[in-house]
């Protein structure tokens, strides 16, 4: 089993959707959790970090759940240039762990 | 935040032969990373590799086919030696600089070996 575990995708959605993308993970022991969004033929950069309470970004709202072991992140009224692959990303034994990542495309 | 580039960018190469792609950061770090992107997939870490001391593999990765060098504080090599098709990805650095709970990639390396 993956560590880290995400729906491929793709997503696709109409401008001003709102999209979630969900991820679950193995290892209790980790400690941090990010997304990272990666364009097309770039490479990743961090979007938000993930904490048990919940923390949000603008348009961009991240979740923990410790006890399911499962992370999300929600997108309010997507744009065109939300489109890319988001990365669920966890901290591993000595560096970052990353999920396969979910494809979304924003549609006009 | 840290400023990484890489090179080469992308190369195409025969197999049989081998590659070294350099990562050079604008600040002193003490822990670099290196990845590889294979088409389609998401990042696996290859090894870490600290200044002055010998690189950590990961399992799966070898130093004889992934050599690395770290000579100081701001640069570090991975050479992909003997190269098959397999091998064919996209390779990336990477670096935690103190006090930040964030790692910044390089523009990562397009290899194709044919």
């Known amino acids: 089993r993956k560590e880290v575990e995400q729906d491929p995708g793709p997503f696709n959605v109409p401008e001003g959707a709102t999209v979630a993308f969900n991820c679950t993970y193995s290892?209790?022991?980790?400690?941090?959790f990010f997304w990272y969004r990666q364009d097309c033929r770039k490479e990743p950069k961090l979007l938000m970090s993930?904490?048990?309470s919940g923390n949000e970004d603008g348009r961009f709202t991240a979740q923990l759940n410790r006890a399911s072991q499962y992370i999300s992140l929600l997108i309010r009224d997507s744009k065109l240039s939300d489109s890319a692959t988001y990365l669920c990303?966890?901290?591993?034994?000595?560096?970052?762990?990353f999920g396969s990542g979910t494809r979304l495309q924003v549609q006009p | 935040s840290a400023v990484i580039s890489q090179k080469p960018s992308r190369d195409i190469c025969q197999r049989g032969t081998s590659l070294t792609i350099q990562c050079q950061v604008d600040?002193?770090?003490?822990?670099m990373f290196w990845y590889r992107q294979q088409p389609g997939q998401s990042l696996t870490l290859i090894a870490t590799?600290?200044?002055?001391?010998?690189?950590?593999?990961e399992s799966g990765f070898v130093i004889d086919k992934f050599p690395i060098s770290r000579p100081n504080l701001t640069f570090s090599t991975l050479t992909v030696s003997n190269m098959s098709p397999e091998d064919s990805s996209i390779y990336l650095c990477?670096?935690?600089?103190?006090?930040?709970?964030?790692?910044?990639f390089g523009p990562g390396t397009r290899l194709t070996v044919l």
């Open positions: 990477s670096v935690e600089p103190q006090g930040y709970n964030e790692q910044f």
């Open positions: 290892n209790s022991a980790s400690q941090s």
């Open positions: 993930v904490y048990s």
């Open positions: 990303v966890k901290t591993g034994r000595r560096a970052l762990t």
């Open positions: 600040s002193q770090v003490t822990m």
């Open positions: 590799a600290n200044q002055g001391s010998e690189a950590t593999y």
